[in-house]
């Protein structure tokens, strides 16, 4: 069975970047597939042969080389892929022949090579969520395809289908399969504009909708369950169930904003943040039970960010926030079986909450969007250049008092 090898070509000119390439290695026969990939010395881990992030890179460059960490893992599992479909068939192959079908699909002709670049693209603009969602649509089309990449001429409406009617008997709900339709729409569509392929409409057949979806929310005395649970001897749920409560206590507080929350973002009684989704600014008076949150995890880490989620600072914060909430939510649910409730309960649920039971302290409609941080309903558009914050705080006040 063949073999694949990711190599690193140093400049011959000192403070230049070298070159990444692979080797193809079949029956003692060595091939190389140049890349365009450049890293310095420095960026480079002979030990793993892998691309390395030192503490000091800047967050262009991390972007830069998280990218071409990525493309390379893209270009290892394509070549992994041909030697698997050779080996399947059976008969007699060689490394020239593995590199003629790596390359006999370029990269700007192929879906797969097309939409790793525009993941590159997403995150050297900084658009981290956005290239999350898009590798995730990438990893599931090819995971259908078994790892063999399609020319972008030869998507059709009958390759969707036969797609859609594969993550059905995979069990995913239709609004993951519709997200991951759209995606990939969004992708086909891209590669049409710059003509890359002809307009074939090949999504017309398929669910590319947003169905409703049930949106979980508690009572007030299903929050004060959770809150009154002991949960001393297990400190991963206590971690866990404080987090929770923490997003709840500052009206419903996205995760990915708690994460990136920094110390210096509370001055005189109040947290000032813009919300990530939608750059938006939000005013939150600091209330005690707040305060009781963070003094608990004082000198728990000493990063510049206010809550223990991401801690290191030598490592990736994006990763470290993943991490972060998915253990969160795999807790919560030990959390929400241990006060008595029957649903599974996630970080976002605390968002539901705050709305929910702010709507049945009758607080209006127009003070619960603009505590939440809501600017695409109409209603809160229209309420949100006369709305003073201190209503916004005297409803999160009086959700607080019933605690």
Request: aromatic share 10%; net charge positive; hydrophobic share 35%.
């Amino acid at each position: 069975m063949a073999s694949i090898k990711v190599k690193y070509r140093p400049s011959a000119t000192n403070s230049k970047e070298g070159s990444i390439y692979y080797q193809v290695i079949h029956k003692r026969t060595v091939r190389q597939i140049r890349t365009d990939f450049r890293v310095f010395d420095t960026e480079w881990d002979k030990e793993t042969s892998s691309v390395r992030i030192m503490p000091e890179t800047s967050e262009n460059r991390k972007r830069y080389l998280l990218s071409v960490a990525e493309r390379i893992g893209w270009d290892i599992r394509r070549l992994q892929a041909i030697i698997a479909q050779c080996d399947r068939q059976g008969g007699k192959y060689s490394a020239d022949n593995i590199i003629e079908k790596f390359n006999g699909q370029m990269d700007g002709q192929s879906l797969f090579g097309f939409m790793q670049g525009v993941i590159g693209q997403l995150k050297q603009l900084g658009k981290v969520r956005t290239s999350e969602t898009y590798t995730a649509a990438l990893a599931s089309f090819m995971k259908f395809r078994e790892g063999q990449d399609i020319l972008l001429c030869e998507i059709d409406s009958d390759t969707m289908m036969l797609y859609e009617a594969w993550l059905k008997s995979k069990g995913i709900c239709p609004n993951s399969t519709s997200f991951y339709m759209r995606i990939l729409r969004a992708v086909y569509n891209r590669a049409v504009e710059k003509e890359l392929t002809e307009q074939k409409y090949p999504f017309k057949h398929v669910y590319t909708g947003i169905g409703k979806t049930v949106k979980r929310a508690l009572p007030l005395k299903a929050i004060k369950r959770i809150k009154e649970l002991d949960l001393t001897l297990k400190p991963h749920l206590d971690y866990a169930r404080d987090m929770f409560l923490f997003s709840f206590y500052t009206r419903g507080m996205s995760f990915i904003d708690m994460a990136y929350l920094k110390k210096s973002d509370l001055k005189n009684g109040v947290i000032i943040y813009r919300r990530r989704k939608t750059g938006q600014q939000l005013t939150i008076k600091w209330e005690k039970c707040m305060e009781d949150i963070i003094a608990k995890y004082d000198g728990y880490s000493t990063s510049q960010y206010l809550l223990p989620i991401i801690t290191n600072p030598c490592a990736d914060e994006r990763t470290q926030y993943r991490n972060a909430i998915s253990r969160i939510n795999v807790a919560m649910k030990e959390v929400a079986r241990l006060a008595g409730l029957n649903m599974p309960l996630t970080m976002h649920c605390a968002r539901h909450c705050w709305a929910s039971i702010a709507k049945s302290k009758n607080i209006p409609l127009s003070v619960i969007s603009e505590g939440m941080g809501h600017d695409s309903e109409e209603t809160t558009r229209i309420y949100l250049a006369s709305l003073d914050t201190n209503v916004v705080d005297k409803a999160n006040s009086l959700i607080l008092k019933g605690l």
